[in-house]
């Protein structure tokens, strides 16, 4: 602890957290000494051939400032919910997802041999939602048109997609030849275009209905209307969300939803999520709680169940944190040197401690792993991900520990011996538990006593969601992001890192060059290697650091039946598979 500099908020939170006082945590690809056998742990079960449909899932969900699907901000899970897209990934079963596609809008599909034209069919029989103004009608090849054009027009992430918007974007037109015929044309060859076209994250290319041309008609701000396997079925703005399975979903040979729906209560306050849940009125949160909750949590009420699952349901999970810098010309972190010295003020093993609350679980008998990660969130496919702390890193590995002693020089070195005074800018907007992490990282580099952060905070809806988070690094300064992931690698490393992607904040010539041969590579093999070396190559760099992650405990009524069983996909569609026991608490104690 001694490494975090005078004590300060990182040690106070690490005692507050229980911590037996030696601060330390197994690195990447290690394990801690706990097991399963203490029984606290509830197994992972596939028990779809024993459920009940019907019943309504309750749980927590904000108001956004639009509910518009071609628009970033944190409407993510009304898209999940109610959006289709061409494509989608395909969940893996009881494991993460490997990263095959499967249909969803086209049923089946084909490219060129020269890698330059998608031809795909329409699935006939995708309806949109049983409300006006589209009354349970077929999706057709005009809606999917229609989507083309307005996100070219509108979405922020435009830029990952239409070449008339960038010209690093793979998609050249999307036209039809019938009306169930879509030919997509392709600037070059774009190794990862299927995933690309599946991408999760709102902003994205969701399907829309063609009546929102005129938002007299539907006005997207406010209405939620897409081809899912849920609609919402109510919204009252500041208290509740509603959303009803979709009868006319019938892509998903799994025949979801098996839930009639689910009703989402506006409850900002984490200590309010918390009490309600534990008096039985919410199932579960798309984020949970935090680690330090879980344990005393269950003694509280013994009928919860833990299992290991995080917020994409896997259970090695990373703190959901990325720093980036400000790259305008009077910016401290424009010289990499400063962005080096931040990050050697952080000691991720006592972050993920803090964080993770590793300590007490293997106190509890319960198995823990951490993990450093770079440039990849731990989610990634197998085999993606190259661990920092290895001989195969390079170099580079050594920013991977502190290192105040060399932050001291490389500050000095880059004319700052004296400190850095600095903009620190956060948002209110991402919750409790990002509030934390952004405390516990920003005071390690404050405790340090070589970085004076002077922190701001913006509020997300007029000010970070429409200007500061898709400004590309113009300013000076720094901040930390709720990190967001692609499941492909390669689009997700692209995005963060290519100067035309959508989460860029900062980056180089080299970076650009490295990620678009990475891109047009077809070898899957080959195109990994690619990733690896850009990996090592932004562990130098710094321009958006994580600090790393650790298994992760989720606590959740019993009567939520088929946790964890299909990951990997986004949360709507994770809830589609989830069926209630009403033989179960809360239901029946």
Known sequence: MSAVGGGGLATALLAACGDDGDGSGDNAGGSGGGTASSGILAPVQDETKSLTRGGIYKSVLGTPPTLDPHLTGPQTTHCWMCYSQLLKTRPGHMQNTGGEIDPELLESWEISPDKLTITGKLHPGTAFAPIAPVNGRNVDIQDILFSWNRYKAVSPRRGDLANEVDPNAPVLSMTATDSRTLVIKLAKPYAPIFSALSAKFNGTLYTIPK??????????????????????????????????????????????????????????????????????????????????????????????????????????????????????????????????????????????ETDFNISQFEQQGLPMETIYVNGLRDQSWPGWLLDPLSKDFGPNTKYFKSDLTEAKRL???????????????????????????????????????????????????????????????????????????????????????????????????????????????????????????????????????????????????????????????????????????????????
Request: aromatic fraction near 14%; charge should be negative.
């Open 411 to 589: 500050l000095a070195a880059a004319g700052f011996a004296n400190g850095v005074d600095h903009d620190a800018f956060v948002t209110p907007g991402y919750g409790a538990t990002f509030q934390k992490r952004f405390d516990i990282l920003i005071g390690m580099a404050r405790d340090s006593g070589l970085f004076r952060p002077k922190i701001e905070s913006l509020d997300f809806a007029s000010v970070w969601n429409v200007t500061f988070r898709n400004n590309d690094g113009a300013f000076s300064g720094m901040s930390f992001i709720l990190d967001i992931n692609e499941l492909d690698p390669a689009v997700d490393m692209f995005a963060h890192y290519h100067k035309s992607g959508s989460k860029f904040f900062g980056g180089d010539a080299t970076f650009d060059g490295m990620l678009e041969k990475m891109v047009a590579e077809f070898d899957p093999e080959k195109r990994k290697t690619m990733a690896h070396e850009v990996q090592r190559y932004e562990g130098g760099k710094n321009y958006q650091p994580l600090p790393g992650g650790a298994t992760t405990f989720r606590i959740t009524w019993p009567a939520l039946r088929n946790k964890f069983v299909w990951q990997g996909d986004s949360q709507g569609r994770y809830l589609a598979t989830l069926w209630l026991d009403q033989g179960k608490a809360p239901f029946k104690s």
């Open 211 to 352: 009546e929102a041309e005129n938002t007299a008609t539907l006005d997207l701000k406010g209405n939620v209307v897409g081809s899912g396997p849920f609609y919402m079925s109510e919204w009252v703005p500041t208290q509740k969300t509603s959303f009803r399975r979709n009868p006319g979903f019938k892509m998903d040979k799994r025949d979801v939803p098996y839930i009639e729906g689910a009703d989402f209560f506006d409850l900002p306050e984490y200590a309010t999520q918390l009490s309600q849940f534990m008096a039985g009125a919410i199932h579960d949160t798309y984020g949970n709680f935090q680690q330090m909750d879980i344990l005393p949590t269950k003694k509280q009420v013994p009928a919860l169940e833990i299992q290991a699952g995080g917020n994409d349901t896997t259970a090695l999970t990373g703190a959901q944190i990325r720093a980036f810098f400000g790259h305008n010309a009077d910016s401290p972190f424009k010289d990499e040197r400063v962005r080096q010295a931040f990050v050697l003020t952080w000691d991720r093993d006592l972050f993920l």
